[in-house]
């Protein structure tokens, strides 16, 4: 499809298609005010803009550019979450009801709580699997074990799987552990031949525990052009043109609310947030220093956004910075909408 380029400011391009669309897409003052206001962060480095699976707006300000990949962070929770859906429809995990204790074989401690057994994948995409957390303040003893594995089924039970939402991050890892035993792949083979090759979209190495499985709901490296496919394939319900990658009613389920997180108070699914913003219903990841993937069906939008992932933290109010510059998109195009004739 052949692209205009319209204009530029520092750092912003702007594209618009010489073919119509069914779907009113931002206007170019509405994209002009995003990046504006986006300049005002400091740590942030990209935008990338879909309306209907095109790219329509790139901004880039700092860092990597749109087409590198760089830590997603905690994104790769939502990404590892699509993992495992594409790992049920094919075949390799029977079903989210699927005890974890079956996939993990010997890996389980002998002398883990016997309730572990009541774990299943579901509680694991969720957040629900009970266990004390093993992110925040819990992060460093884990990272710093010798067995990733036993140190998170060794922790407490705080609740009963299918509970309270206790976001963790080792809940995320035994899902990448899980994959790995089930497929006898790597969790990064996997991800290449299951998203990689569909999307075709070029997935990197990244790190590994101490036994060598790839980490699971951190560190992912992808770039913000990977992360835009990986936001579309859930906006088209699992599809890629007329293949299937997704089980069927997979996004829905993904994107029912199960938990609630204590912070934002925004429900959570499998690896996906939700919330309202400008009155439109957002789907959304997010991982640690502002790296944010936002789809909003309503709009057929798909948005990317990547910052500096680096410590120290911009802070926890970086992401509602970040939910204001959707605001800016989605407000900007409702008015615009509303004022044509």
């Given at each position: 499809?052949?692209?205009?380029?319209?204009?530029?400011?520092?750092?912003?391009?702007?594209?618009?298609?010489?073919?119509q669309?069914?779907a009113?897409?931002?206007s170019?003052?509405?994209?002009?005010?995003?990046?504006?206001?986006?300049?005002?962060?400091?740590?942030?480095?990209n935008?990338?803009?879909?309306?209907?699976?095109?790219?329509?707006?790139?901004?880039?300000?700092?860092?990597?550019?749109?087409?590198?990949?760089?830590?997603i962070?905690s994104?790769?929770?939502?990404?590892?979450?699509?993992?495992?859906?594409?790992?049920?429809?094919?075949?390799?995990?029977?079903s989210?009801?699927?005890?974890?204790?079956?996939?993990?074989?010997?890996?389980?401690?002998?002398?883990?709580d016997?309730?572990?057994?009541?774990i299943?994948?579901?509680?694991?995409l969720?957040?629900?699997?009970?266990?004390?957390?093993?992110?925040?303040?819990?992060?460093?003893?884990?990272?710093?074990?010798?067995?990733?594995?036993?140190y998170?089924?060794?922790?407490?039970?705080?609740?009963?799987?299918?509970?309270?939402?206790l976001?963790?991050?080792?809940?995320?890892?035994?899902?990448?552990?899980?994959?790995t035993?089930?497929?006898?792949e790597?969790?990064?083979?996997?991800?290449?031949?299951?998203?990689g090759?569909?999307?075709?979209?070029?997935?990197p190495?990244?790190?590994?525990?101490?036994?060598?499985?790839?980490?699971?709901?951190?560190?992912?490296?992808?770039?913000?052009?990977?992360?835009?496919?990986?936001?579309?394939l859930?906006?088209?319900?699992?599809?890629?043109?007329?293949?299937?990658?997704?089980p069927?009613?997979?996004?829905?389920?993904?994107w029912?609310s199960?938990?609630?997180?204590?912070?934002?108070?925004?429900?959570?699914g499998?690896?996906?947030?939700?919330?309202?913003?400008?009155d439109?219903?957002?789907?959304?990841?997010?991982?640690f220093?502002?790296?944010?993937?936002?789809?909003?069906?309503?709009?057929?939008?798909?948005v990317?956004?990547?910052?500096?992932?680096?410590?120290?933290s911009?802070?926890?109010?970086?992401?509602?910075?970040?939910?204001?510059?959707m605001?800016i998109?989605?407000?900007?195009?409702?008015q615009?909408?509303?004022?044509?004739?």
């Amino acid at each position: 499809m052949r692209l205009a380029r319209l204009g530029q400011i520092p750092g912003l391009m702007i594209l618009l298609f010489s073919t119509q669309v069914l779907a009113a897409p931002p206007s170019v003052s509405t994209l002009v005010a995003m990046s504006t206001a986006a300049q005002r962060l400091e740590p942030l480095h990209n935008i990338v803009v879909a309306h209907q699976g095109e790219i329509i707006h790139e901004h880039h300000q700092s860092g990597p550019t749109v087409d590198q990949p760089v830590n997603i962070k905690s994104l790769s929770k939502t990404v590892l979450a699509a993992l495992v859906g594409a790992a049920i429809e094919e075949g390799i995990i029977q079903s989210v009801e699927q005890p974890v204790v079956d996939l993990l074989g010997s890996l389980v401690p002998a002398d883990a709580d016997p309730k572990v057994e009541e774990i299943s994948v579901r509680h694991l995409l969720s957040m629900q699997a009970g266990l004390e957390r093993t992110s925040g303040d819990n992060y460093s003893a884990w990272v710093a074990s010798r067995n990733w594995v036993a140190y998170v089924l060794s922790r407490p039970f705080e609740d009963e799987p299918g509970g309270i939402m206790l976001y963790s991050t080792g809940s995320s890892h035994l899902l990448s552990v899980s994959l790995t035993q089930a497929s006898g792949e790597s969790t990064l083979a996997l991800a290449r031949r299951l998203l990689g090759e569909p999307l075709d979209i070029r997935i990197p190495a990244w790190p590994r525990d101490p036994q060598g499985i790839y980490f699971g709901g951190n560190n992912m490296r992808l770039s913000p052009l990977a992360l835009i496919q990986i936001g579309e394939l859930y906006r088209n319900n699992g599809r890629v043109d007329d293949q299937r990658v997704l089980p069927e009613g997979w996004v829905e389920t993904s994107w029912k609310s199960r938990g609630t997180s204590k912070w934002t108070g925004h429900g959570y699914g499998y690896g996906w947030f939700s919330t309202r913003i400008a009155d439109e219903l957002v789907y959304y990841g997010r991982g640690f220093g502002g790296q944010a993937l936002y789809v909003v069906p309503s709009r057929d939008l798909t948005v990317v956004i990547t910052s500096n992932p680096h410590p120290p933290s911009p802070g926890r109010g970086f992401q509602g910075k970040l939910n204001r510059l959707m605001d800016i998109l989605l407000t900007e195009q409702t008015q615009v909408e509303e004022d044509t004739p």
